[in-house]
């Protein structure tokens, strides 16, 4: 059976400024979704990471579906006259145009989305992130389908000794998409010169090279090629596949222990570690911490069933505790040297004007 799985995700306004969204904003999206998901959608799912809204959606239509799409934006609309009528900050904010034009892919919300066979069992993690960027899930991604040191897998299961597919975006290129197809393991060092660069490459999916089924599926969008100035960071979704001909669960959540230092956290300006967090976590230090949720679901012909909290477990709160450390020994050096972004990446640009007018004041000593 054909199902299509999207996840479609926004921040439509929140509390206390990039916190969470309200119960009643939350009620909204899930009440508008409910009540015309029939017909439309085989299941659904609701959350929030941080100030962001995810729709998970399973369906027939296929991907890039003006319905399916239609459905997410007015769902948002209806969340954001709560959340103007509420007063939370940035209402609607993610809604970048005013009009839907069948497809929500550059108008602000961010889309990951597949169409699949479904497998008589279907495993598949479904990641929301906070207060980063889409190419904060490259790292994990070459590590978990490209190195046998995150993925034993690689060496050790006949079904994926192929290697994997990578299709990468630049996401600087604004007049289409501009991408590349790379295969692992024979373009390994072309594909670690482009991941290495996370605000101008990302993923967009992975594909299997022994069946050419798709693994992985990335929120791409950039807002501020969209908006044309700052409006907040791309917070990234991600579909993963997982176990047999694709990496097991384990192999591909190993790389988050890392919590390696992504962009994000205040005023998206700052190398922060990626913090692995339980599902429907708020903000709570520095506008962050960078942060990553993680669900786990057994699909049956399109039902998604009782979704695990993967970040949920013992084991991840001492990477919580390393990550919280990580991010205190950066955040120490305040605005010095790698502890924030470069130039380009500053999203906020009163700094340019600062620096300009300090250029008029240098002058070349005789
Ligand atoms: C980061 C983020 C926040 C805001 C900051 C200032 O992605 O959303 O750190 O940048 O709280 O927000 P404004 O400019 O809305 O006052
Ligand atoms: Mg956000
Ligand atoms: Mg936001």
Request: negative net charge; hydrophobic residues 40%; glycine residues 10%.
């Amino acid at each position: 059976m054909k199902v299509t799985i999207s996840a479609i995700k926004a921040d439509i306004g929140a509390i206390a400024g990039h916190i969470c969204p309200s119960p009643g904003v939350v009620n909204a999206v899930t009440e508008f979704v409910k009540k015309n998901a029939k017909g439309l959608l085989i299941d659904y799912y609701i959350g929030y990471c941080g100030d962001d809204i995810h729709i998970l959606m399973t369906h027939q239509r296929g991907v890039g579906s003006a319905e399916i799409h239609g459905l997410a934006w007015e769902a948002f609309k209806a969340g954001t006259a709560v959340a103007k009528a509420e007063g939370l900050y940035g209402a609607g904010q993610d809604l970048l145009k005013d009009s839907f034009s069948g497809n929500v892919r550059g108008l602000g919300p961010g889309v990951a989305e597949m169409e699949i066979e479904e497998r008589p069992a279907e495993p598949f993690l479904f990641f929301a992130a906070d207060k980063t960027e889409p190419g904060a899930f490259n790292l994990p991604l070459y590590l978990a389908f490209a190195d046998p040191m995150y993925c034993p897998g690689l060496m050790l299961s006949p079904t994926m000794a192929a290697g994997f597919s990578f299709t990468i975006m630049d996401v600087n290129y604004t007049e289409g998409d501009r991408i590349i197809k790379l295969n692992a393991p024979e373009d390994l060092y072309d594909i670690a010169a482009l991941l290495r660069d996370n605000h101008r490459f990302v993923i967009e999916s992975i594909h299997s090279r022994k069946t050419g089924e798709i693994a992985v599926a990335c929120s791409t969008t950039r807002l501020h090629n969209i908006a044309g100035k700052y409006v907040g960071k791309d917070d990234p979704v991600m579909l993963v596949r997982v176990q047999s001909q694709f990496p097991a669960t384990g192999e591909v959540l190993a790389p988050f222990e890392i919590a390696h230092y992504v962009a994000g956290d205040c005023r998206g300006s700052h190398n922060v570690p990626l913090m692995p967090v339980k599902k429907n976590s708020t903000i709570g230090y520095f506008d962050g911490p960078a942060m990553v949720q993680c669900l786990g679901f057994s699909m049956k012909e399109g039902k998604l069933g009782t979704p695990v909290d993967i970040f949920d477990h013992p084991y991840w709160d001492w990477v919580r505790q390393k990550a919280a450390q990580k991010m205190s020994e950066i955040r120490r050096q305040g605005f010095s040297g790698p502890a924030m972004v470069g130039m380009e990446e500053l999203e906020y640009g009163g700094i340019a004007e600062r620096l300009h007018r300090l250029e008029e004041k240098f002058s070349v000593r005789k």
